[in-house]
Structure formats: C-alpha cells, structure tokens
Nanobody, 117 residues
Framework: VQIVESGGGWVQPGGHLRVSCIIS????????MAWYRQAPGGQREFVAM???????DYKDSVRGRFTISRNNAENSMFRQMNDLKPEDTAVYYC????????????WGQGTRVTVSL
C-alpha cells in the first residue's frame, strides 16, 4: 500500500492551498481517511477525518477554514485550506486507518505547508 501526497507549498497569511493524496494497493472506501500535521518542534496532531461512512471531523482551530473530501472511485482524498494562518505551518500527513482494525493503517510521506509573509 502506498500513499502519495501532493499540493503543499508556500502561501501568505489569508491565502489558500489544496492538497491531495492518492492511495494505491487498497480500496480507499474501506478506510477512514485523515490528515495529521507536525509543526516544527511539535508533535504530530490530528487535523481532519473523512470516515468511510460519510461523516467528517475537524480540529477546532481549522473548522470552517479547512474542508476534507474524498473520491473513493479514484482512491483520492483532498484538503482545501482557506484563510491560512502562520500557525498552520507544518508537514501534513495523509493517513488511512481501518475503521475496525485500528492497527491497520498507512501513512503518506508528508507534504510541507508554509504560511508566512
């Protein structure tokens, strides 16, 4: 199983970015798909999740600014980030986790998002 992310980069505060990840070797509709991030010097933290049943969750600080979506037919997941803030600067990781067998999970390599002037 391989997860590949793309779409990170640099943006000014208030800007927007769209990040995607593609999973291969598995059918994405079997998994809850999530984004995590790790800021410089910080620990990896949860950002957002799209469950295979169709519901979504967000970290409080990104709710209303970030939108997670998925296209199971194309094994793809997306994250639209609007009104970006410097505190959103981090390496973002795509995660696929089986909804029942939590130890069955996969990680992407990470994509860096930098928000600064």
């Amino acid at each position: 199983v391989q997860i590949v992310e793309s779409g990170g980069g640099w943006v000014q505060p208030g800007g927007h970015l769209r990040v995607s990840c593609i999973i291969s070797g598995e059918n994405m509709d079997r998994f809850n798909m999530a984004w995590y991030r790790q800021a410089p010097g910080g620990q990896r933290e949860f950002v957002a999740m799209s469950r295979n049943r169709g519901t979504s969750d967000y970290k409080d600080s990104v709710r209303g600014r970030f939108t997670i979506s998925r296209n199971n037919a194309e094994n793809s997941m997306f994250r639209q980030m609007n009104d970006l803030k410097p505190e959103d600067t981090a390496v973002y990781y795509c995660n696929a986790q089986h909804p029942v067998f939590a130890t069955t999970q996969y990680w992407g390599q990470g994509t860096r998002v930098t928000v600064s002037l």
